[in-house]
């Protein structure tokens, strides 16, 4: 099956630096992406739709200077949290789907951010 | 905003009962995704429902969609301890874009 690889999956960090989150499709290409935050106990939030070779579209309420996402090819997407906060501290799940389908996401395992 | 909202927020049943999840949504739909997700993971695609189907198995799975109603169900029969899981359900809405997003799911616990 379709596997997406996330990097890194934890990572702690000072307030007021940045953060670089990578999400890979290993096995397909993916037009599109998606990064989702998760708090603890709660669902996921979209945040930004990630189109390759565009700009990124973001979620009403999300900061896109704050937030910036990249999608470079067909196979990576990154997210970066830019002057990280300890409110920025969070669960991040980026998805994919493949460029021939128009259905189901394939997830990664989620990168947490603790901002100290 | 959420599309999907599940209900009940969290179910917990004995290892080899059967575990009911309903997800109820607001617009037409192209089709109805649900995911599972295990505590501190990424999501996993379970199954798919097209807009016009009624009823999918997989498994042990068995998802119906009720688009008159405007929603679906998720049955896990004959659970077992390893279904311990968050379930979400995602509807995939006409003319949303592609995206998904996801309700507060149900938390079913299987004990054994």
């Known amino acids: 099956g379709a596997v997406v690889s996330q990097h890194p999956s934890w990572v702690i960090c000072k307030s007021g630096t940045s953060v670089k989150i990578e999400c890979r499709s290993l096995?397909?290409?993916?037009?599109?992406m998606f990064w989702y935050r998760q708090f603890p106990k709660q669902s996921l939030m979209l945040m930004a739709t990630s189109n390759e070779g565009s700009k990124a579209t973001y979620e009403q309420g999300v900061e896109k200077d704050k937030f910036l996402i990249n999608h470079a090819s067909l196979t990576l997407s990154t997210l970066t949290v830019t002057s990280a906060h300890p409110e920025d501290s969070s669960f991040y799940i980026c998805?994919?789907?493949?460029?021939?389908?128009?259905?189901?996401?394939?997830f990664g395992e989620g990168s947490r951010l603790t901002v100290l | 905003s959420q599309q999907g909202e599940e209900d009940p927020q969290a179910l917990s049943i004995q290892e080899g009962e059967n575990a009911t999840m309903n997800c109820s949504y607001k617009?037409?739909?192209?089709?109805l995704q649900w995911y599972r997700q295990n505590s501190g993971r990424g999501l996993v695609h379970l199954i798919l429902i097209r807009s016009n189907e009624r009823e999918k198995h997989s498994g042990r799975l068995r998802v119906t969609l009720d688009t008159s109603k405007k929603s679906s169900s998720l049955l896990i029969t004959a659970s077992r301890a390893a279904d311990t899981a968050s379930y979400f359900c995602a509807p995939d809405l006409t003319g949303g874009g592609n995206k998904l997003t996801f309700g507060t799911g149900t938390q079913l616990k299987v004990e054994l």
């Open positions: 096995d397909f290409q993916a037009t599109t």
């Open positions: 617009t037409s739909i192209n089709n």
């Open positions: 998805s994919a789907r493949e460029i021939t389908q128009t259905g189901e996401l394939f």
